[in-house]
């Protein structure tokens, strides 16, 4: 026997462990559910309104029970969290303090209560936070150790702002963080997905894991540049980790209110799942807040009850269906009990919603997705653009009409969903009679009767067939053939039935690709009349899905000519049959993932606007079968039925899961969503299969049922497979095997990507999308390159993560704790960062610009354009108020400027004289900064709230952005921005008195020895390199939890838990201390 490879021989230990051997018994498991009255038994003692109080959970609990959920689930019971497992990710003293609040009275627990954000302490807070942790750990131990397929923890306080040793925002553990570091250590979990749709940003879970490439973190949520609580530039799209676990924090920041559905779903489609497949988590933990539903106080979105069950859809694809949800916010009871019990249906199986205002997303939610895009770019291999990338199209003419938007768009009131009560999930129609069909002189021909013996066999013996309903297959009836075919056409067919031997061979040589025997026409009849039962019975409710196990295949057939197999064209006849049934024009979507083009399909709905046909598939250029251009990515459609057939044309072999899911992702879906169908028919060809002699494609089973299970999402469920090509009989057995474990209910198999996506399927996608740009919305997500500019990222493998943008990060001064941002390059408009809300005011953002021929010194030393907050340039010199200078200005961060075009060119410019900005150390902006003054606008005084995110937002000057660098769109200036720091923090506390011996600002760093870009801990007095020399000040933080640092470099005070700039006079005594080291005299301006 020959020997393997190493190489070959780990390929194969791979693939084995990643064989599901015991899928059958899995697919019997249910859904977890911790739900424990304890967790009400703390309130705030001081404020009745606050809004995270107990009624929360019993309005979910009304709900579940309403709609009897809690007796379908499996119930677990509720444990306390050891300290051993608190500190995973929390600190042993932070603990203990916690623990101490159980003996504190109303006076001490709202003193305490005082030095943290948004938070308020009761006798039994950390008894509940301590069950609430616990009851994650609980669902952990489930669904890893096989009780239970998923689960949701309904629980209280939230969790996701938590810090290591810090309350923040409700939040006093951080349960999903704690629970996925548990998952690591005792189940020996290696990657881990933690997705947070709640509407704020979970920093504490993202500062927990910025430095860890085996948790992937996704978030999205309210930013409004900064305006939305927590207020932290770490919340925006350019921050994706530190060190090795660059790429692995993902942000996908809404700018605006009233963000629903469509833009959620977006964001999922083009971001999430792409890097999810790539990541291959083997947990799925969901900071499942719902606070983003329309009606909250706090949200203020408009995303829906369905929107959420299409959201945990999504998901359950992931990690073999490992997915827990835990509860976080969610303040309008109504709306949190609906969203609550939406996922939870979805959870259990039940089919997801139609959603009522689907469309496409708004146009700031496709420039944050973009953003958010192009700063992944360099990190995950899914994104690595194809060498055809697309140009910025003008839509004029073809009566395509843009509607813009005005403000955020007001949904009317929430319906009420329905959950359909079905007795069977799958309809299985099958008919051997369908044999009869064969070759009279071709004993090899490659569509043989055993094609679909073979199928029916695999699924009995793997059971899937007796969790079927089993439907009786029927001829169709002439009315049914002739609403797609012509009556000549079934004429002549029908009259094969009395040929001899000799006419049927020269009858079916009329033909392209077709042999004809006397059972032909009785079997393509009856294939055509089984696809119009499986309609039948779906749209009565009789089952939710189905397959037809038929033959001969249907899809080449047109109106008035066999071909190419086919002879009757029965998902057509299907789609006509279900509008008739419905007794109007049912909205349908044609999935036609045969390996060839569907050429009857397309024409028989060319020019009809009710059904979407899309069809992926190999057309070499023209020179694959069916041949010709009626494959090509410009055929569009006709009148009315314009926009309406989208082809992926395939220019070669080897297509694999990883070019067909990146199609669904960033084309199939986006388009789909947007119609919106009733009705889901697939074509479903497994020639594209792994092994089929005529396609030479890679799709494995596997693949084929994510396929499924993503569309599975659409039309409330209502999807039927309809069986087309495929000529590889194991392969067609198997792949048709997994796509019915998917319409089951089972979980998708974990995939094995072994390859990104081939830049020739990139180039396709890409073709198609742009040719479509102009007639769907969806697919204007996708960032659109300048013409002439080439791409700015190039692939940072996982092994050797660096900065996406090292040249801008030489010579800088940057915050620890804080982030490089992808700021430079291309800036917009100044207007562009303006965004703002009714009261609130940007005017205390300067906006210097200046042009490339002036050197750095002269254009920030003299007189600068001042930018209003009315983009109105003002001349002449003025100063900048000396905190904004030297505490915001001497350590800032590049941000992104524009929402829209996200800094199109990320690569500092290879000139000095255009490079001189971009290498600017912030420390040496200060001086010349100085002669900078704002016009800061007055607000009237607005009646005192909450602080932070019980208060919902504040003002743009309570945040900390800054842009350094950036040029013009329009012009050859570069523009600054500078905000001023935090005027208070909570951790000011922590500060220390300085050592008797003073500070020495040129110390080195204790650990490495450097002598550049130092800060020294304001609670210990410790010195330490900054993140951009060896990160050691960030490893001091983390190891003893001090949150403020001041840099020697510029004097700028930085605190990792706000993740934010602080000025305050309790500073100030340290930093006068460190001036007169650095310089021999006293800070100027102190005050």
């Known amino acids: 026997m020959k020997k393997l490879s190493q190489a070959a021989e780990q390929d194969l230990v791979v693939g084995l462990q990643g064989l599901d051997l015991n899928r059958e018994a899995r697919s019997l498991s249910g859904t977890g559910l911790v739900f424990d009255e304890q967790l009400n038994e703390f309130h705030c003692l001081w404020d009745d309104s606050f809004p995270e109080g107990p009624e929360r959970l019993h309005a979910i609990k009304e709900q579940l029970i309403q709609e009897g959920l809690l007796d379908r689930c499996v119930s677990f019971q509720a444990r306390f969290a050891e300290k051993e497992e608190l500190m995973l990710v929390h600190s042993l003293e932070y603990i203990d303090l916690m623990e101490t609040t159980q ?48 689960g949701m923890a309904i629980i209280r306080p939230p969790g996701h702002h938590a810090q290591h040793s810090l309350m923040d925002g409700y939040c006093m553990f951080n349960h999903v963080a704690v629970a996925a570091r548990y998952a690591q250590q005792k189940h020996d979990i290696q990657r881990v997905l933690i997705v947070d749709w709640d509407v704020h940003h979970g920093q504490g879970t993202q500062f927990t894991f910025d430095q860890d490439p085996s948790v992937l973190y996704f978030s999205i949520h309210r930013y409004e540049q900064g305006r939305f609580w927590p207020h932290l530039t770490a919340s925006n799209w350019s921050t994706t980790g530190f060190g090795q676990g660059q790429g692995y924090t993902i942000n996908v920041p809404w700018n605006q209110v009233g963000m629903r559905d469509a833009d959620y779903i977006a964001a999922f489609l083009h971001v999430l799942l792409p890097v999810s497949l790539e990541f291959q988590p ?41 997915l827990i949800l835990s509860l976080e916010g969610g303040y309008n009871l109504r709306s949190l009990a609906e969203g609550v019990s939406a996922s939870l249906h979805t959870l259990l199986g039940d089919p997801c919603p139609v959603l009522e205002f689907p469309g496409a997303p708004c146009p700031s939610a496709q420039a944050s997705i973009s953003c958010a895009l192009e700063a992944l770019e360099p990190f995950w291999e899914v994104f690595v653009r194809s060498a055809e990338t697309l140009e910025e199209d003008t839509v004029e003419g073809d009566n395509v009409e843009e509607k813009e938007e005005e403000g955020p768009w007001q949904p009317p009131e929430l319906p009420i969903l329905t959950w359909p009560v079905l007795q069977a999930r799958t309809g299985l129609v099958y008919d051997q009679q369908m044999m009869d069909h064969y070759n009279l002189w071709d004993n090899h021909h490659p569509e043989m009767p ?32 002739l609403a797609c075919h012509s009556a000549e056409h079934v004429d002549r067919l029908r009259a094969t039935e009395k040929m001899k031997t000799r006419e049927l061979h020269r009858e079916g040589a009329n033909y392209d690709s077709i042999y004809i025997c006397p059972s ?11 696809a119009c039962r499986l309609v039948e019975a779906v749209l009565a409710g ?49 999935v036609d993932w045969d390996v060839h083009h569907g050429n009857g399909t397309q024409h028989i709905f060319e020019e009809d606007p009710s059904v979407l046909y899309i069809s992926l598939h190999r057309y070499d250029h023209g020179t694959f079968f069916p041949m010709g251009d009626e494959g090509a990515s410009s055929q569009i459609g006709q009148a009315a039925g314009t926009g309406f057939t989208v082809n992926v044309a395939w220019n070669g072999p080897r297509l694999g899961d990883a070019d067909y899911l990146v199609a669904w992702h960033r084309l199939v879906l986006p388009i789909a969503y947007e119609f919106n169908p009733e009705l889901v ?26 396929l499924t299970h993503l569309l599975m999402g659409l039309a409330n469920g209502r999807i039927i497979l309809i069986l087309e090509g495929g000529y590889n009989l194991t392969s067609i057995s198997e792949s048709m095997a997994a796509c019915t474990h998917s319409l089951l209910g089972d979980p998708p198999p974990l995939l094995t990507l072994l390859r990104p996506p081939l830049s020739g399927a990139l180039a396709s996608i890409t073709e198609t999308i742009q040719v479509h740009r102009r007639y769907w919305c969806s697919l204007r997500v996708t960032k659109v390159k300048d013409k002439g500019e080439p791409s700015s990222s190039k692939l940072i493998t996982k092994e050797a993560p660096q900065p996406a943008n090292p040249g801008s990060a030489k010579g800088m001064t940057m915050p620890e704790g804080n982030i490089l941002e992808a700021g430079t390059g291309k800036a917009t408009s100044a207007t562009s960062v303006k965004e703002s809300t009714p009261g609130q005011t940007m005017s205390e953002t300067a906006v210097m610009e200046f042009t490339q021929d002036q050197s750095s010194e002269t254009a920030m030393g003299g007189a600068a354009a001042l930018n209003q907050a009315t983009s109105e340039a003002a001349t002449g010199v003025a100063t900048l108020d000396q905190t904004t200078s030297e505490e915001a200005v001497g350590g800032a961060e590049l941000i992104q400027s524009p929402p829209a075009s996200c800094a199109d060119n990320q690569t500092p410019p290879a000139s000095p004289m255009q490079g001189a900005t971009t290498q600017i150390s912030p420390s040496k902006l200060t001086g010349n900064l100085r002669t900078l003054e704002l016009d800061k606008a007055q607000e009237p005084p607005e009646e005192e709230e909450l602080l932070g995110e019980a208060a919902g937002g504040q003002d743009m000057n309570e945040s900390v952005l800054m842009q350094v660098t950036g040029y013009h769109a329009d012009t050859d200036q570069a523009m600054f921005y500078a905000v001023t720091p935090l005027l208070w923090c909570p951790h000011l506390v922590a500060v220390c008195p300085v050592p008797e011996a003073g500070l020495d600002v040129t110390q080195p760093c204790q650990d490495c020895g450097a002598l550049q870009e130092n800060w020294v801990c304001l609670s210990c007095y410790q010195v330490y390199c900054s993140r951009y020399i060896n990160a050691h000040m960030l490893q001091h933080h983390e190891g003893s939890g001090h949150p403020l640092v001041l840099s020697y470099t510029d004097l700028s005070t930085w605190c990792y838990h706000c993740q934010a700039y602080v000025h305050h006079e309790a500073l100030l005594a340290v930093k006068n201390i460190a001036h007169q080291n650095k310089s021999g005299e006293n800070m100027p301006h102190s005050h």
């Open 681 to 706: 028919l697939v074509s479903a060809g497994f020639d594209a299969a792994r092994g089929d002699p005529l396609g030479s494609c890679q799709v494995s089973p596997e693949g084929y049922a994510h």
């Open 542 to 590: 009789e089952v939710l899905n189905g397959i037809a196990v038929v033959r001969p295949p249907g899809h080449h057939a047109e109106r008035d000519a066999a071909c190419g197999f086919c002879f009757f064209n029965s998902v057509a006849v299907a789609a006509r049959h279900a509008q008739a049934v419905s007794g109007r024009a049912l909205r349908i979507l044609i």
């Open 520 to 530: 032909t026409f009785t079997c393509a009849q009856l294939a055509a009349g089984a």
């Open 103 to 150: 003996y504190m009275n109303e006076g001490e627990l709202r003193v305490l209560a005082d030095t943290y954000d948004s938070v308020y302490l009761h006798p039994n807070s950390y008894t509940c936070a301590c069950l609430a942790s616990g009851s994650v750990l609980r669902l952990v131990d489930a669904v890893l150790g096989a009780e239970i397929r998923n």
């Open 282 to 322: 083997q947990l799925v933990l969901v900071a499942a807040g719902f606070d983003a539903l329309q009606g909250d106080p706090k949200g203020e979105m408009a995303a829906t009850p369905a929107g959420f069950a299409q959201l945990t859809h999504l998901l359950m694809g992931l990690a073999g269906g490992k």
């Open 450 to 481: 055993q094609r679909i013996k073979r199928i029916m066999h695999h699924l009995e013996e793997l059971g899937l067939a007796g969790r079927c309903l089993a439907l009786p297959a029927r001829p169709a009836t002439d009315a049914e053939l």
